[in-house]
């Protein structure tokens, strides 16, 4: 059973940075497509930041310049590095696995 589990949000403010993380147990970590996502309540969920086992990233224009996805093979962890963080960065974050298995989020706030 593959689970994820993210960890690293918080409340911060604006201009401030956070780096969230998601350890994965299960599964094949190397083969895996990860991915970070964000929702607001009573949103869709939007997709941020994509990282293919192959080492190519993609981002929401949103968050490009900003974010950084990377991830740890040997330690089956995946990062987002969120830097210069606006409010409109509020919402609670989710990392997924080949968009097939999910964590349960973790909640970032950035206000003054």
């Known amino acids: 059973q593959v689970q994820l589990v993210e960890s690293g949000g918080g409340l911060v403010q604006p201009g401030e940075s956070l780096r969230l993380s998601c350890a994965v147990s299960?599964?094949?970590?190397?083969?895996?497509?990860m991915a970070w996502y964000r929702q607001a309540p009573g949103k869709q969920r939007e997709q941020v930041a994509t990282l293919t086992a192959g080492g190519n990233s993609y981002y929401a224009e949103s968050v490009k310049g900003r974010f950084t996805i990377s991830r740890d093979n040997s330690q089956n962890t995946v990062y987002l590095n969120m830097n210069s963080l606006k409010a409109e960065d509020t919402d609670v974050y989710f990392c997924?696995?080949?968009?097939?298995?999910w964590g349960q989020g973790t909640q970032v706030t950035v206000s003054s």
């Open positions: 997924t696995a080949d968009g097939q298995f």
């Open positions: 299960g599964g094949t970590f190397s083969a895996y497509v």
